[in-house]
């Protein structure tokens, strides 16, 4: 979702050529990346543990 989010803004900076609007997608993507970072991989490290940390390691966080 956070990746669909983030082309989508991207997306109108291309069509409306719109500064205001990259730096608002760029917080966003800031804001979504900080929330993966801070509260999403710590819960399914706790959640999950070992089987998380052996997911973490095959998987990258985005596209890269």
């Known amino acids: 979702m956070y990746v669909g989010v ?11 050529h ?4 990259i730096i ?15 509260f999403e991989e710590p819960w399914a490290a706790r959640q999950f543990g070992a089987e998380w940390h052996a ?3 095959r998987v990258s966080r985005w596209l890269i």
Not at 24 to 38: D, E, I, M, P
């Open 55 to 57: 997911y973490r390691a």
């Open 24 to 38: 608002y997608s760029a917080l966003f993507a800031a804001g979504f990346h900080l929330r993966v970072l801070l």
């Open 18 to 21: 719109s500064r205001t609007l």
């Open 6 to 16: 983030v082309t989508i803004l991207v997306g109108w900076c291309i069509l409306w």
